[in-house]
């Protein structure tokens, strides 16, 4: 089975910090209220590979070491969300990175206090949408149903 990237679908990822936090309910209900539609979820635990290839855009950060660290640290919960406008959407829900500066009413915002722990992750535009999904869904998202 293979699941089209139209409507619009982003990647969100609970951390290991959600996860171990009791917080997954919580992220999925807010992403069902919100009328976004939830078409593949999955527990994992992410290994060094996996991410290498989700972070490769922060690989010349000074944070890079640690985010592998935390990332790889315990079990992550990954969604596939689908909805228009769902990259979007899925970012204002989350909040700003770091969740000191992150609004009240978003993820981040009501649940995190730090950057290195800041909840979830979810894709920043369609295209790294798109890789991401296929990177944790290989079976259900492939480019050729990009
Ligand atoms: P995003 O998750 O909001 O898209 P990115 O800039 O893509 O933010 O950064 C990826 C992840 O790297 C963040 O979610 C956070 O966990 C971590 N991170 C970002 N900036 C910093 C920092 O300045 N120090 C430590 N960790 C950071
Ligand atoms: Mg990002």
Same mark, same amino acid.
């Given at each position: 089975?293979?699941?089209?990237?139209?409507?619009?679908?982003? *990647? %969100? *990822?609970?951390?290991?910090?959600? +996860?171990?936090?009791?917080?997954?309910?919580? !992220? %999925?209900?807010?992403?069902?209220?919100?009328? *976004?539609? *939830? $078409?593949?979820? =999955?527990?994992?635990? !992410?290994?060094?590979?996996?991410?290498?290839?989700?972070?490769?855009?922060?690989?010349?950060?000074?944070?890079?070491? &640690?985010?592998?660290?935390?990332?790889?640290?315990?079990?992550? +919960?990954?969604?596939?969300? =689908?909805?228009?406008?769902? !990259?979007?959407?899925?970012?204002?829900?989350?909040?700003?990175?770091?969740?000191?500066?992150?609004?009240?009413?978003?993820?981040?915002?009501?649940?995190?206090? $730090?950057?290195?722990?800041?909840?979830?992750?979810?894709?920043?535009? %369609?295209?790294?949408?798109?890789?991401?999904? &296929?990177?944790?869904?290989?079976?259900?998202?492939?480019?050729?149903?990009?």
């Amino acid at each position: 089975m293979t699941i089209n990237f139209r409507p619009e679908t982003t *990647l %969100v *990822l609970v951390k290991p910090d959600g +996860v171990r936090r009791g917080l997954v309910g919580e !992220v %999925v209900a807010r992403i069902e209220r919100k009328n *976004l539609k *939830l $078409v593949a979820m =999955q527990m994992l635990r !992410v290994d060094e590979d996996l991410a290498r290839r989700h972070y490769s855009a922060h690989v010349d950060k000074p944070f890079f070491p &640690g985010l592998l660290e935390f990332i790889t640290s315990g079990p992550v +919960v990954a969604l596939a969300v =689908q909805g228009e406008g769902a !990259v979007e959407v899925v970012r204002n829900l989350m909040g700003a990175t770091d969740p000191k500066k992150a609004a009240p009413g978003t993820i981040r915002g009501d649940f995190g206090l $730090v950057v290195t722990e800041n909840l979830v992750h979810g894709s920043d535009a %369609v295209e790294s949408a798109a890789h991401e999904l &296929g990177l944790f869904f290989p079976e259900l998202f492939s480019r050729t149903n990009a």
